[in-house]
């Protein structure tokens, strides 16, 4: 099959981005990316400072791009009609209702997806599952495509993304590797040539891997959660340093130095956030139980059990240290974003550790350079348990950072580089991130 029209669905943080860079690299191919909510396309057509993601380098390679060969609609289903490859780049959280919630994938977009594509498609199609997914979903798009479809083939892929948020254009020019999961019929193997042929555009070959289906599902969720195991591990090991006198950025230093062992995702933090690696390793050991692997599925849930030690633990510090009450002190919370160089904040570690001072009473002075006043107080609208009048009251957002040399402790929570600049003066600094050379508390360095 010839490719000359590619849909995406989702314009959110993996579709916009992955879409662009696509476009960018195969100008002979016509993209559009939809999405069900109309002012996330209206924002994606608007202003280049105003895009709905931030990214460094993003903006750059939408103005190459939009309007030639990369085009945001609202109109779902003519585009999905148009394409030869639909490429579904939906969310995919953590359910909160019915069976698994708490845990398992909330599949309803994922399958909303299909049953569009089933419902308009009337010429045979490659579907592409980009959002993460637990192993085997292909068969239940499949079946929602067969049996809802009018007659036409579809081939499913699986081609999971690999970006981190803040480098997603460097990662998507310069992947470690694509990964291509296809069916290892005929029909399977021509649609994985014709994604391999787009990437190879710009990839080099070595660099494109191509799986079973149930390889590349798995391999996404395992490569996620391999990645928080680090991290967790590095921050149970804190704990101690914090007990013994020994300094986590010495250990994570002397440990990173074994070439067997690598020194990236070794940096002790409050705990990692972001809207993929809470809900993929939840994920997996919901899998992990529904196989029945009980001893497995405990494993991985540590990872995140110790993530919420790590958040509670660094709140606990700034309690303690001011006996217990926080009645009538001012906290500065330098960084809302889960990391540094984007503008989200989906489960950012912020918005845990600033609702428990909240909760024993501190008043709240909020900066993030990144992150609009609007975002951080719809997150604590939506995650906070309190009424909006005592929010009002003690709590105020600051677009800059001068006042805040007169609070009586700063909790620093994004890796955010001009933290790095602020003269703190008196305040009582807990670093979160560890990114000052001195501070009143760092993680994992104070006995
Ligand atoms: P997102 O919430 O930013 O974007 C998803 C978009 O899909 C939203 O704009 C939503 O309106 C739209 N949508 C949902 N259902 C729809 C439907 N039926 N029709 C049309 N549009 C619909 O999510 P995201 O961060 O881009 O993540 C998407 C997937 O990619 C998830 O499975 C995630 O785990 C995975 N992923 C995310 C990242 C990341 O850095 N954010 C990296 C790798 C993989
Ligand atoms: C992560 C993975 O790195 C991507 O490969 C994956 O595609 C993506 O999840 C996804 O599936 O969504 P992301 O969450 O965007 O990317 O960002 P990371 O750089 O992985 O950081 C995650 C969290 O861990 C952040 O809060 C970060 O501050 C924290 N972290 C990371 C640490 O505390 N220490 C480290 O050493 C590294």
């Known amino acids: 099959m010839e490719i000359k029209n590619i849909c995406c669905i989702g314009a959110g943080y993996v579709g916009g981005p992955t879409m662009a860079v696509i476009a960018l690299k195969n100008p002979h191919l016509k993209i559009t990316i939809v999405d069900a909510n109309p002012d996330k396309i209206k924002a994606w057509n608007g202003p280049l400072e105003n895009l709905p993601v931030y990214e460094p380098g993003l903006a750059d390679v939408i103005q190459e791009t939009r309007g030639k060969n990369l085009f945001f609609s609202d109109d779902i289903d003519n585009a999905i009609i148009k394409a030869e490859m639909i490429f579904m780049s939906v969310n995919t959280p953590t359910k909160t209702e019915g069976e698994g919630a708490g845990m398992a994938s909330d599949l309803r977009y994922i399958e909303a997806c299909a049953r569009n594509i089933a419902k308009v498609a009337t010429t045979d199609k490659i579907v592409i599952e980009k959002s993460t997914l637990p192993v085997r979903t292909a068969e239940k798009i499949k079946e929602i495509l067969d049996l809802e479809g009018n007659g036409v083939h579809f081939e499913i892929l699986s081609n999971p993304e690999f970006l981190a948020e803040g480098t997603a254009i460097q990662d998507l020019l310069e992947p470690d590797r694509v990964l291509i999961g296809g069916d290892e019929t005929e029909s399977g193997q021509e649609s994985v040539s014709a994604l391999v042929d787009i990437y190879a555009n710009w990839i080099p070959k070595d660099k494109i891997l191509a799986t079973n289906v149930w390889s590349s599902e798995l391999s996404k969720l395992a490569a996620n959660a391999m990645l928080a195991q680090r991290v967790s ?8 340093c914090e007990k013994t006198g020994a300094n986590i ?14 020194s990236h995702f070794l940096k002790a933090s409050v705990g990692f956030g972001g809207s993929c690696f809470q809900k993929d390793i939840l994920n997996l050991v919901y899998l992990c139980k529904y196989y029945g692997l009980d001893e497995v599925a405990e494993y991985w849930h540590q990872v995140v059990k110790i993530n919420d030690y790590q958040k509670d633990r660094f709140a606990q510090k700034i309690i303690n240290h001011f006996g217990g009450d926080l009645s009538g002190k001012r906290i500065a919370i330098l960084g809302w974003a889960f990391k540094a160089n984007t503008n989200d904040t989906r489960e950012s570690p912020s918005i845990f550790v600033a609702e428990k001072l909240f909760n024993v009473g501190a008043t709240l002075e909020i900066y993030d350079p990144m992150v609009s006043k609007e975002s951080i107080l719809n997150d604590i609208q939506a995650y906070w348990n309190c009424s909006s009048q005592i929010v009002q009251d003690r709590i105020r957002i600051l677009n800059k950072t001068s006042s805040i040399k007169d609070s009586d402790a700063v909790a620093i929570l994004t890796e955010w580089n001009e933290f790095k600049k602020i003269e703190f003066y008196k305040s009582k600094v807990f670093d979160g991130r560890n990114v000052l050379e001195e501070s009143f508390y760092s993680i994992g360095k104070n006995k």
């Not at 250990?251 to 990173?256: F, N, Q």
Request: aromatic share 0%; proline share 0%; glycine share 10%.
């Open 233 to 240: 591990s590095i921050n149970s090991l804190s704990a101690l």
């Open 249 to 262: 950025d010495e250990l994570s230093k002397a440990i990173g130095m074994d070439h067997r062992i690598g």
